[in-house]
């Protein structure tokens, strides 16, 4: 069995996506990522997106699921990674969100002035 350290190094160590920049260039003004959280952080996909493109100018809105984590670091992880971003509100979901999602979601996107 594997211990903690050794999955949590192993994370770390992922190979770092490539997201084509067509799919960057659909965002004007905000731009709203899903993510689990993953060992309170951000996956190594989104991470990797962050670094990539240059996000000045734009407004991100995470939108996490978790196990009871909530947002973990992944908020600081978003913010170091795109320092020339503003931070949306942010939505936190505990595992599928329950019976509240849909509404939890519509909150969230009247909070951010998106329709």
Partial sequence: MESS???QQRYWNTFLYSVK????KG???EAAFYYPNWWASIPMPIAS?????????????????HGGGRFGQSLTAIAKLAPDAAMGEAL???YSGGTTLKEDISQCL????IK
């Fill in 21 to 24: 920049a067509s799919i960057f």
């Fill in 92 to 94: 936190s979901v505990h």
């Fill in 5 to 7: 350290g050794n999955g």
């Fill in 27 to 29: 965002f004007q003004r």
């Fill in 110 to 113: 009247e909070t951010n002035s």
């Fill in 49 to 65: 997106f962050l670094e990539e493109y240059d996000f000045s100018g734009k407004t991100i809105i995470p939108f996490c699921s």
